[in-house]
């Protein structure tokens, strides 16, 4: 099982466990998934839609990011999305 944090347009975000992270990318995120590091760390990700246009808006991430439509936090190991800790989580 794969632990990762939903974040829903209008929803606080909320933990969830998938069979795989590309089970996860296919039931949570609209059209292909991207992987960007948006945080202060290499080890935490986000997997969101790579063409967000016509999507609700989501969140403002930083200065330079905003998400559109579903999002995943995930762990990142080697540049891919992989299961969180129950600590990142």
Same mark, same amino acid.
């Given at each position: 099982?794969? $632990? *990762? @944090?939903?974040? %829903?347009?209008?929803?606080?975000?909320?933990?969830?466990?998938?069979?795989?992270?590309?089970?996860?990318?296919? %039931?949570?995120?609209?059209?292909?998934? #991207?992987? +960007? =590091?948006?945080?202060?760390?290499?080890?935490?990700? =986000? *997997?969101?839609? @790579?063409?967000?246009?016509?999507?609700?808006?989501? $969140? #403002?991430?930083?200065?330079?990011?905003?998400?559109?439509? $579903?999002? *995943?936090?995930?762990?990142?190991?080697?540049?891919?999305? +992989?299961? =969180?800790?129950?600590? #990142?989580?």
């Amino acid at each position: 099982m794969v $632990r *990762l @944090l939903v974040i %829903e347009p209008g929803y606080c975000p909320y933990t969830a466990s998938f069979t795989s992270v590309e089970a996860a990318k296919q %039931e949570t995120i609209q059209g292909e998934a #991207q992987l +960007i =590091l948006p945080f202060d760390t290499p080890k935490i990700g =986000l *997997l969101c839609s @790579l063409h967000s246009s016509g999507m609700k808006y989501n $969140r #403002q991430i930083s200065e330079d990011t905003t998400i559109y439509g $579903r999002c *995943l936090v995930c762990g990142v190991s080697d540049s891919k999305a +992989i299961s =969180l800790t129950r600590e #990142q989580a």
